[in-house]
């Protein structure tokens, strides 16, 4: 098995939390289903968050020229959702499947998400396929829920 | 509420695999529980992974001079060597609690990791309180089983 392959069979094991990235502005509203999400640090001037996403997604340039995102993590009743953004279930507005409304940036949040960590681009790396960008928070929302799961190929949730 | 208050609060709600990440070389041998991990790119010269360690563990400043680190997912059934490398548990030898083998770059590899991701450190960035780093991946040993997870301050099962 080559390395690359070896790698994404490994990385099938790992668990994580599912969110939608979304943006709107000068470029227009795109958003993706991420699972490559993290906080970076609590402090600072700002708060900070990285997503990476994949250089052939359309919300990768449109939040470079929008400079701003919003991380909306998704509840473990919101999986239809997920397949939206993910392209996995096409519609020809990804937005119309649930309530957006706006926070500071003007990024669309996800009005039912777990929580929504509304940021302004602070820097983009381009690392292989992916862009690592870097978020300062400028605003949160939050609700009560359990997260929605992605591992193994599949969703998932916590046990109670 | 702060919205350092509100960022710590809603990051409680994100459910995450937990690892340890471990270094040995001219520094020595240093180790830290990180959640704050994820997958960057499968293609380019080498896989590409990500961790954020806070600049004050003893790990952060091993890795930038020894130039590697080893990404170990932990099981399910892992959760105390969790607490070791957190703190959480004092030991005089963290890595006494388990037992270490190393792969191509000499990073400690849990033997009963989930998953051991062997990373040269590609990439160091400081962002707040903590070290963005990213890893090319040498090597990855792979085992059967659930992955240990973390949220809402405590360890969690995913769902059978």
Do not use: W
């Amino acid at each position: 098995m080559t390395l690359r392959a070896e790698f994404l069979n490994a990385m099938s094991s790992l668990v994580s939390s599912v969110n939608i990235v979304t943006t709107d502005g000068t470029a227009g509203r795109a958003g993706a289903t991420v699972s490559a999400m993290t906080s970076v640090s609590a402090d600072g001037d700002a708060p900070t968050m990285l997503v990476c996403l994949h250089h052939e997604t359309s919300a990768a340039p449109a939040i470079l020229q929008n400079g701003c995102f919003c991380i909306n993590l998704l509840g473990d009743d919101q999986a239809e959702i997920a397949n939206v953004f993910a392209g996995r279930t096409q519609c020809a507005d990804k937005f119309l499947v649930a309530d957006f409304a706006t926070l500071k940036t003007g990024a669309p949040a996800l009005t039912t998400a777990l929580a929504s960590f509304d940021c302004s681009l602070q820097s983009d790396e381009r690392i292989g396929t992916h862009h690592v960008m870097i978020g300062a928070v400028r605003q949160i929302k939050q609700a009560e829920g359990q997260p929605l799961l992605y591992g193994a190929r599949k969703y998932l949730k916590v046990s109670p």
